[in-house]
């Protein structure tokens, strides 16, 4: 399953694999990493609090779900340095959400993945969807791989690449 995005991962020396219950506190610290930024008008102790609890509703929110949901952790030897979600149903491949260590960000390889995904739907013949902070920089990567802003539920933009 996936075949474009193992090969993108494989070329980045990276490997993918079915997220396991042993990955919840790496996947713990790096939501929290993730999104400490949103929250930091608070003090570190209350922006933990919050974040680890948003955490863990959404992690049993998202296991609660049909089987149309999956996890992915992204390994560097055999290190775990991101997570990836996602749903799957025609007419579309759904990211969920994507997210790297921050040692792993902005040389290209988040880059590298979604291509990686964008071929995968592509050869489903699905669109492919998302949602992303307005503010978000990613919104900038996402436009540049040929998604299209489609509605605004402030934070969030939806986003789209259609697929003729």
Known sequence: MLPQLHAAAGELGWSLREEVADDFDFLRRLYCEDRAQEFG???????????????????????????????????????????????????????????????????GAGSGLLRGLIADAKGQGWDMELHVLIDSPAGRLYQRLGFEAVSESPPYRAMRRRHP
């Open 41 to 107: 008008f608070l003090p570190e102790p209350q922006q933990q609090l919050l974040l680890t609890q948003q955490f863990c509703a959404r992690y049993a929110s998202y296991r609660a779900v049909d089987g149309r949901w999956f996890a992915l952790l992204i390994d560097a030897s055999d290190h775990p340095i991101g997570h990836l979600a996602l749903a799957f149903g025609p007419p579309a491949l759904h990211m969920i959400d994507i997210a790297l260590v921050a040692s792993a960000r902005g040389n």
